[in-house]
């Protein structure tokens, strides 16, 4: 049955012509799909790439190229013009083509070298090369933007916001004013008045007093940045515009309605909606990142696609009888469709702001509109060129913007080879609506996936996956909270059920993100820059040439799924068959977390004690993965510096946590609070270490040496509250954990222990720095010194000193920023210590061999052991197996000392009895 096509104008059922009895595949139907229209295409392409080539550059050389372009340009156009015969058409339309795209490049130089001119006029640039003080009046130009915050050494840096203004109003240092407009870009630290900088509006007016500085790339949309002095509150001089209060009062309301929701729907709603991003916590958006899902959290033209489709349906029934949506059920025709998908499409810039990625997301969302009003394909190619066209030459610095470059090809990729790929799954029997997902989500992915590599140096493995299982949520979600947020203003009771409704799916979409990013190979590591980006484009065309012949061989086909699924999972045995790490029977471990602390000591089958939880979850996280840890009785954090907290997340992530132990000191109290936040989000107790304690979980026994009983909590040095253990391993080391102590509190634990015995394994006080006191380690002699730092850290740790020192006295010397995790197992004569991706042989070997009885093993061309041998062709293996045998063991002469561990603690005279153990396994000191 043919259908009956549509009057554009009247909106119903057009008179029945000869031509559309002649069946579909006539090319009056409208259904047919005529060749594309790629003739806009080079015209949008040279604007971009001249715009891309003069932002940032020297306006002589911009100057220049366009004159050029116009040279050749005007001479290219008279000669098309002369060629009227008809052997000179295809040259004329020829020469015309390239005129035309000399003619766009021209425009996109010249409204690039304009806009680059216009941010470097004027006083500001010369001020912020000074770094001078000054007052200024701005206008605000964006919304606040909460910064992520980050571990720095010991603190945590950011927490502010920053926002774009335009500066109109300059007081230098002389007193001098200036006016101007000139695009800046500040920076407010964290304070009380945080909420007070977040709730400001665009067009908001403020007077700031602060210090101008240089911007750290050439092509960054403004001419400086504003720090402002001090924590207080912004003070603005003039009110938003009316049409602004509006949109914030949308928002804001939005924001309400959302309130009771759980905290990732809640954080995640507003920013699927308008763009709003403020809640979204880092490891969320971490999640995001991981599975690349991002564009979910920006706003995209899939926003302004699902409220579209709500107006008019599927754009393929748009030209027909039966087209769908509010609109005909209104009786509304095409032509005002438009209008209003229009209109509609006008409010949505204001109320998500007109930000590059909301001006992307607006002309993606009127190619869509263009395909309802048409139901034609072939049309959005040359409007997404025009859309392309339009944009560069109104900000020339998106040429420049790879989320710019990613929503166009995107956008590009579904109007080109999703269609294509859908089809060819339809014809070997994939449902139409499983085809379409499954084209869609992978024609994205094959063209965003190197520019992605580019700047992010990584590669998702379960990007298209999180994509398809996210996406049947991304409509309702969007759908709903579109009607909280027009409902908000009128009735909050009817916008708060709206958002409950959209929670659900808002709330499946975060957990999407956070189970794909919980997978050990949810990403790899890719080269980055160009080149990588390059490597990535041929392996993704090598893949999609043996995909096409991968159905034809369906043991072929089971054996890439099977062996995709195992990098994606990751499972331990199969990792340590891989790579060799972790060793089989490892008892104690110290993983590479970047510049902070995270040791793990085995206590039974996929169970362990941690100490300390690292500065970022994600480390954290990945190294207790790849140990096969699922249980974790007790997480005992030494003190509350950020480099051994701020990882508490990873920690806690998917993993049944029985307790939280902390040291007696709760400074500092911002990370203190962090701490217990954290740990009551997860339903688990926190608890305080008590000085002299005693415990026992499986081969663990351990006794808590300092802080020293009765003594007050340190004030002012956090460092030297540390818990520090002695530990001892049932057939394996002893070992001795120092945390950050620095030398006075280290003098004082030898001073309350004159008696401790040399171990087998020290954890090296504060990453190795150059603040050690020597006797202590001349006391407890270790025959291995682990020391964990961050690779290139500014500290200087470890301290060459330092490690020339534990060298000295004995010690086989690791460190995590050189060797990478490290695993120690054996005891005895057969203490053996593994590094993740560490040194080669002979380096490994100078820094042990310095001990007269160690030996050191190396690989050699047949693969036996020999000494310092560098690796071959035959050993070849990332991990190094070091073993170290003395001619004295630690635990022959910590026996005595390490008996008292196990013996009842003494309180007021009387034995304390011990307790049971709880359900998860820990011990109540």
């Keep these: 049955m043919t259908r009956r096509p549509v009057d554009p104008v009247s909106g119903h059922p057009a008179d029945p012509r000869p031509d559309d009895r002649a069946g579909p595949a006539h090319p009056a139907d409208p259904r047919q799909e005529g060749p594309a229209d790629l003739r806009l295409v080079p015209l949008a392409a040279a604007a971009w790439a001249a715009a891309a080539l ?153 007077r700031l007093t602060g210090r101008l500085s240089p911007p750290l790339h050439t092509d960054d949309p403004y001419a400086a940045t504003l720090r402002v002095e001090g924590k207080g509150p912004p003070r603005p001089i003039g009110e938003p515009t009316r049409v602004q209060r509006m949109a914030g009062d949308l928002r804001a309301g939005l924001r309400e309605a959302t309130q009771g929701l759980e905290p990732d729907a809640r954080a995640l709603l507003p920013g699927l909606v308008v763009g709003d991003t403020a809640r979204v916590p880092p490891e969320l958006h971490d999640a995001f990142k991981a599975t690349d899902l991002t564009h979910l959290l920006s706003v995209s033209g899939s926003n302004l696609t699902v409220v579209l489709a709500l107006l008019i349906g599927p754009p393929g029934l748009a030209m027909r009888a039966e087209r769908r949506g509010l609109a005909p059920r209104l009786r509304i025709s095409l032509r005002w469709t438009a209008l209003f998908g229009g209109a509609l499409t006008l409010g949505f810039v204001v109320v998500c702001r007109p930000e590059p990625s909301v001006l992307r997301a607006a002309a993606c969302g009127l190619i869509t509109l263009l395909a309802i009003g048409t139901g034609r394909r072939r049309t959005l190619i040359p409007a997404l060129a025009a859309a392309v066209l339009l944009l560069v030459l109104y900000d020339p610095r998106l040429a420049r913007s790879y989320g710019f470059l990613l929503s166009v090809l995107a956008t590009g990729a ?124 041929v392996l993704t065309v090598l893949v999609l040439l043996a995909v096409r012949r991968i159905p034809r061989h369906p043991w072929t086909a089971a054996a890439c799924a099977v062996f995709l699924l195992l990098a994606v999972v990751r499972p331990p045995s199969v990792t340590r068959l891989v790579t060799g790490w972790p060793p089989p029977g490892w008892t104690f471990a110290m993983c590479d977390v970047g510049q902070g602390d995270t040791v793990v000591l085995a206590a039974g089958e996929r169970t362990a004690v941690v100490v300390d939880a690292g500065p970022e979850p994600g480390p954290a996280d990945r190294c207790l993965r790849e140990l096969g840890v699922t249980r974790v009785p007790l997480l005992l954090l030494t003190h509350f510096h950020a480099d051994h907290v701020r990882g508490l997340p990873g920690v806690l992530r998917g993993r049944a946590v029985g307790a939280i132990q902390t040291t007696t000191s709760e400074e500092p109290p911002e990370q203190a609070a962090f701490v217990r936040r954290t740990a009551a989000a997860a339903g688990v107790p926190v608890v305080r270490a008590r000085p002299g304690e005693q415990r026992r979980i499986g081969p663990l026994t351990w006794r808590m040496l300092w802080p020293r009983a009765g003594s007050p909590p340190t004030v002012g040095e956090p460092n030297d509250s540390s818990v520090t253990l002695y530990v001892r391993i049932a057939h394996g080391p002893a070992l001795l954990l120092l945390g950050d102590l620095e030398p006075p509190a280290q003098q004082g634990l030898l001073g309350d222990h004159p008696e401790l015995p040399p171990v087998d394994v020290l954890k090296v006080a504060h990453h190795g720095s150059p603040f050690q006191d020597p006797a202590l380690l001349r006391t407890v002699r270790p025959r291995l010194a682990l020391i964990s730092a961050g690779r290139d850290n500014p500290y200087g740790h470890p301290a060459p000193r330092t490690v020339e020192a534990l ?71 990332r991990v190094r197996y070091l073993s170290v045998r003395l001619p004295r063991t630690a635990h022959e002469w910590s026996n005595a000392y390490s008996s008292r561990v196990a013996a009842p603690t003494r309180t007021s005279g009387r034995a304390r009895p011990r307790r049971a153990r709880s359900h998860r396994g820990t011990y109540t000191p």
Excluded: K
């Excluded at 992915?445 to 990584?458: D, K, R």
């Excluded at 949520?473 to 708060?496: C, D, R, Y």
């Excluded at 409704?501 to 975060?510: D, F, N, V, Y």
């Excluded at 010397?813 to 120690?824: E, H, N």
């Design 414 to 537: 579904l109007l080109t080879i999703g269609p294509r790929w859908s089809d060819a799954l339809r014809r070997r029997g994939v449902p139409a609506r499983v085809a379409e997902a499954l084209a869609a989500a992978g024609a994205a992915q094959a063209v965003c996936a190197p520019v992605v590599a580019v700047f992010a140096a990584t590669f998702s493995l379960v990007a298209i996956p999180c994509n398809l299982l996210a996406e049947v949520a991304v409509a309702p979600a969007t759908v709903l909270g579109f009607a909280a947020l027009a409902m908000a203003p009128l009735a909050m009771p009817v916008a708060e059920g709206l958002a409950r409704c959209a929670g659900w799916p808002a709330g499946w979409i975060a957990s999407v993100a956070r189970g794909g990013a919980a997978l050990p190979g949810a990403g790899i590591t890719w080269p980055g820059g160009w080149w990588g980006g390059l490597l990535l484009v």
């Design 54 to 206: 003069a932002v940032g550059a020297p306006g002589r050389w911009t100057a220049v190229g366009v004159l050029v372009c116009l040279a050749v340009a005007g001479p290219l156009l008279v000669w098309s013009g002369s060629s009227r015969s008809g052997a000179g058409q295809g040259r004329r339309l020829n020469g015309v083509a390239v005129a035309g795209a000399l003619l766009c490049a021209a425009a996109g130089a010249a409204s690039a070298g304009l806009h680059t001119a216009d941010s470097h006029r004027g006083p500001v640039p010369g001020l912020a090369e000074r770094y001078a003080r000054v007052t200024a009046e701005l206008t605000v130009t964006s919304d606040p933007r909460p910064t992520r915050p980050r571990v720095l050494g010991d603190r945590m840096s950011g927490g502010g916001f920053v926002l774009d203004a335009d500066l109109t109003l300059l007081t230098g240092p002389d007193g001098r004013t200036t006016r101007g407009r000139t695009p800046v870009l500040v920076l407010s630290g964290p304070g009380e008045h945080a909420g007070r900088w977040q709730r400001l509006l665009p067009s908001t007016r403020l």
């Design 807 to 877: 060298r000295a006295g004995g010690a086989a010397v690791l460190r995590t920023d050189t060797d990478g995790s490290i695993a120690v197992v054996g005891a005895g004569a057969g203490l053996t210590a593994v590094p993740r991706d560490g040194p080669s042989g002979p380096r490994a070997a100078h820094a042990a061999s310095s001990r007269p009885a160690a030996i050191v093993s190396g690989c050699d061309a047949t693969g036996s052991r020999s000494f310092g041998n560098p690796p071959s062709a035959v050993c070849s293996s």
